[in-house]
């Protein structure tokens, strides 16, 4: 099992974008926070990989907005009321696992089973666990 922190408000994946000219590229924000998502794997695991089928977790904390109630915090600190904003949950997959393609794992095609989740914290961080799935 894999399991690391990513510290920050959680990112997505943005769209590639297309120049006038029709080259297209990759957005800046994406390469810098893939980067990061692969410091912070590396850092932890050095050069651990997962073969097989895989079962990803990715939990994505976001910082409780200041002009939140105390009621409201706590019942935010306690999950019970958690985020319905953007990002969405498939962009912020897709950026951690697109990330630690070759790294953590040959292909992100190896994920079966793939569970993301959001929530409110006083410290903004996405933790990210990958385990093996018992084949058979």
Known sequence: MISFTIP???KSKLRHRTTKTGFTYNPQQNVEYENWVKQCY???HKQKMLTGQIK???EA???IPKSTSKK???LMIEEKI???KKPDTDNIAKIVLDSLNTLAFDDDKQIVDLRVLKFYS???RVEVTLEPVQEG
């Open 8 to 10: 920050g408000e959680p």
């Open 42 to 44: 590396y850092i932890e």
């Open 72 to 74: 409201k915090r706590k």
């Open 122 to 124: 006083e410290e903004p």
């Open 61 to 63: 904390y976001f910082t």
């Open 56 to 58: 990803a977790t990715v």
């Open 82 to 84: 958690r985020p319905t």
